[in-house]
Structures are given as structure tokens and as C-alpha cells.
């Protein structure tokens, strides 16, 4: 099973400026990775998917990164909106299709 | 509009059984392979089953092989998620949602099983 890791586990960032949330894998999974956003009591929400591409109406200000264990999701200017859960998810090697344990993005 | 909408969880003993069901609309539902995740109160994300667009594969957790199986109906265009010998730790929100083998891109809002005497 591959084991994902993200770090930190909470992020205080101020409003208007840059964060970055990483995700490390236990061996490689090419650019199979996805990003996810989950506010209070919502399901989540795909942001990124084969590691850097934004799905369907999300803004431009996140972006992602990476390949093979090491990756980077970027949200350039932070907006109230983005204060959320973020989760990390490999779909390269499977069953089990896997998830990091969450970065909680909060208001500095 | 794609929707997923969950139904069946509720509140059963340890040692029970419940059957979950996801009805699916405004995609070509036999096309997509689907996926249970859970989240328990407080946690995060779980895969727990997928199952192909024909639903000649499934797939699962090691935490729940045997004990959970996955089917779906394309006439009906709805997923289950028959869950036997519940046990407390089974207790989560279940998402259903569109993907396996990709990233999930739908996800329906879940429904909630409790396992409790």
C-alpha cells in the first residue's frame, strides 16, 4: 500500500499572501496524484488532478506540482474562501487508492 | 448536473447489516467506474470499495474485504454498498462517488452509518 504523508498537518497563513502544502509518497507514483478541498460539513471538492492540472472551475490561483513522491499544492493569494481541509489522493497504484491524512489551512 | 445521492445509513448494532445505495443522474452512469470513501467524525478520507462501469471488477480495502461488498444496477443507474458484521470502527459519513482507477471528481454529500449497542 502507498502511503501518503502531508506536511504540515496545520497551516497559518495570512489572507492575500502564498501557501504551500505539501504531499510525499512512499514510492513513486508518476503524476497520479489529486488535490482536494473539504469546508465544515461538505463533501470534497477536486481541485487538481495528474498532479498539475486544475479540474473544471477552479481558479487559477491554485496550482500543483510535482512527480514521482514529492508534491505541492500552491494557493498564490489566499482568499477567506480557501481556509479549508486539504488532501492529497494517489490513484497510480491501487486497490488501495490512497489519501494523506490532511493539511488544515487556518487564518493567521 | 451530475448528483450522487446517498441513502440507507443509519444507526445498527455491532454484528449488523446495513445496505447503502448512491442513485446517480446526469452522466452516462455505465461509462464511470464508482467508489465508497468514509470519513469518520473527525478524521479523514478512507477508501473503502470500487467497482468498474460494467461492475465485472470490484475492489477493496483491507478493511473491509469480507465483510463489504460493492454492486451496482446501470438500469438504475445506482451503486450499493451491502456492509455486513458492522463493527464500531465502520462508524463514518459514506461518500459515494465517480472514479476508481482516476481522480474522483463527483462526490455526494454522504450518509452517515453508526455502529453502536
Known amino acids: ?108 | 448536473e451530475v448528483q450522487l445521492l446517498e441513502s440507507g445509513g443509519g444507526l445498527v448494532q455491532p454484528g449488523g447489516s446495513l445496505r447503502l445505495s448512491c442513485a446517480a443522474s446526469g452522466f452516462s452512469f455505465s461509462s464511470n467506474g464508482m467508489s465508497w470513501v468514509r470519513q469518520a467524525p473527525g478524521k479523514g478520507l478512507e477508501w473503502v470499495s470500487g467497482i468498474s462501469g460494467t461492475g465485472g471488477s470490484t475492489y477493496y480495502a483491507d478493511s473491509v474485504k469480507g465483510r463489504f461488498t460493492i454492486s451496482r444496477d446501470n438500469s438504475k443507474k445506482t451503486v450499493y454498498l451491502q456492509m455486513d458484521s458492522l463493527r464500531v470502527d465502520d462508524t463514518a459519513l459514506y461518500y459515494c462517488a465517480r472514479g476508481v482507477a482516476v481522480a474522483i471528481d463527483y462526490w455526494g454529500q454522504g450518509t452517515l452509518v453508526t455502529v453502536s449497542s
Not at chain 1, 514521482?68 to 480557501?82: A, K, P
Not at chain 1, 488532501?87 to 488544515?104: A, H, L, V
Open chain 1, 1 to 108: 500500500e502507498i502511503v501518503m504523508t502531508q506536511s504540515p498537518a496545520t497551516l497559518s497563513v495570512s489572507p492575500g499572501e502564498r501557501a504551500t502544502l505539501s504531499c510525499r509518497a512512499s514510492q513513486s507514483i508518476s503524476n497520479n496524484l489529486a488535490w482536494y478541498q473539504q469546508k465544515p460539513g461538505q463533501a470534497p471538492r477536486l481541485l487538481i488532478f495528474g498532479a498539475s492540472t486544475r479540474a473544471t472551475g477552479i481558479p487559477a490561483r491554485f496550482s500543483g506540482s510535482g512527480s514521482g513522491t514529492e508534491f505541492t499544492l500552491t494557493i498564490s493569494s489566499l482568499q477567506s474562501e480557501d481556509f479549508a481541509l486539504y488532501y492529497c489522493q494517489q490513484y497510480r497504484s491501487w486497490p488501495p487508492i490512497t489519501f494523506g491524512q490532511g493539511t488544515r489551512l487556518e487564518i493567521k
